[in-house]
Nanobody, 122 residues
């Protein structure tokens, strides 16, 4: 079993940057693809970025391409989401998710974190 904890949310102004961390527990974390999803009030949950379990492939949602970057450090059981050039439209609760032996697009989520709030003000 894997538990996921999101760290690093907060408030920032337009154009600013934040880095989110997803810390996983358990010795099998390196066998999970890990991704980030977000959900804004009144909207459906949206895929943001993912990294495959091998750490080779990454995938991004269209709205964040060129601004966000995902990476993983298996020795630390951590996946990072670097968010640059933030816009008010990026305001949402960001969730970390994991899929055992999954690819970067995370088609079948096995575990979710509880989420962390990101607020971008204009």
């Amino acid at each position: 079993q894997v538990q996921l904890v999101e760290i690093g949310g907060g408030s920032v102004q337009t154009g600013g940057s934040l880095r989110l961390s997803c810390e996983g527990t358990g010795p099998t974390f390196s066998t999970y693809a890990v991704g980030w999803f977000r959900q804004a009030p009144g909207k459906e949950r949206e895929f943001v970025a993912g990294v495959g379990w091998r750490g080779i492939n990454t995938w991004y949602g269209d709205s964040v391409k060129g601004r966000f970057s995902i990476s993983r450090v298996n020795a630390k059981n951590t996946v990072y989401l670097q968010m640059n050039s933030l816009e008010p439209e990026d305001t949402a609760v960001y969730y970390c998710a994991a899929e055992h032996l999954g690819g970067a697009t995370l088609q079948k989520i096995h575990y979710w974190g509880r989420g962390t709030q990101v607020t971008v003000s204009s």
